[in-house]
């Protein structure tokens, strides 16, 4: 069984331009989460889809979107890319048999590592 | 408003010695309490969790933690390390009914021969 997949693993941009990072959640996965981990930090949540819609957002500007397609899976677009916008994205998926979605944990990707020059 | 505290960013620490790192968090609401880790390159991997019940929590590869409510506290132990512990520990907390987990910045664990 896959678990959760992320690409590309590693992508360099240009400042000014645009990305867009894919997150395919484990099979049974329902929930996808997208996190912005920095160099020496600790992952910092940007947004939660849930039925396709977003459902919770963290403290990041619209230059970050996202989209859920009806087979779960996610997409993260940032516009007009920073230099402060490398880091690790991590994307993470719930299990939709595990319980209620409020008590079941995340499950991690790899994660995309964006570096912005 | 929820935050994490992890006071040590590096723990150095022989082989087959015990360890602890400490996790505080703050938060006026119920919150659920994870230890994620993380190798090199790879993404974040569940320890533990904790989200109601006993406060003695087991986890995979040998790892516990205690829940202390008064102390606000959810720090991770294990009595004999290996070399392969080697890794970062990132503790969580979601507040219960919410999706959104706030780590803490990680502490990194360096188990020496």
């Known amino acids: 069984d896959a678990g959760v997949t992320q690409s590309p693993t590693h992508l360099i941009k240009t400042r000014g331009q645009q990305v867009t990072l894919r997150c395919s959640p484990k099979?049974?996965?329902?929930?996808v989460s997208w996190y912005q981990q920095a160099l020496g930090q600790g992952p910092q949540f940007i947004f939660q889809y849930y039925e396709e819609e977003e459902r919770q957002r963290g403290n990041f500007p619209d230059r970050f979107s996202g989209h859920q397609f009806p087979n779960y899976s996610s997409e993260l677009n940032v516009n007009a890319l920073l230099l402060g916008d490398s880091a690790l994205y991590l994307c993470a998926s719930r299990d939709r048999d595990r319980g209620t979605i409020w008590d079941t944990e995340a499950f991690f990707g790899q994660g995309t590592r964006l570096t912005v020059v | 408003a929820q935050s994490v505290t992890q006071l040590d960013s590096q723990v150095p620490v022989f082989e087959e010695a015990p360890v602890e790192l400490r996790c505080n968090y703050s938060?006026?609401?119920?919150?659920?309490l994870f230890w994620y880790v993380q190798y090199p390159n790879q993404g974040l991997q569940l320890l533990l969790k904790y989200l109601s019940g006993s406060t003695l929590v087991k986890g995979i590869n040998g790892f516990e933690a205690e829940f202390n409510k008064s102390q606000t506290s959810f720090h991770l132990r294990k009595p004999s390390v290996h070399i392969s512990d080697t890794a970062e520990y990132f503790c969580?907390?979601?507040?219960?009914?919410?999706?959104?987990?706030?780590f803490g910045t990680g502490t990194r664990l360096k188990v020496l021969a």
């Open positions: 938060s006026s609401v119920s919150v659920y």
């Open positions: 099979s049974g996965h329902d929930t």
């Open positions: 969580a907390v979601r507040v219960s009914g919410t999706y959104k987990y706030i």
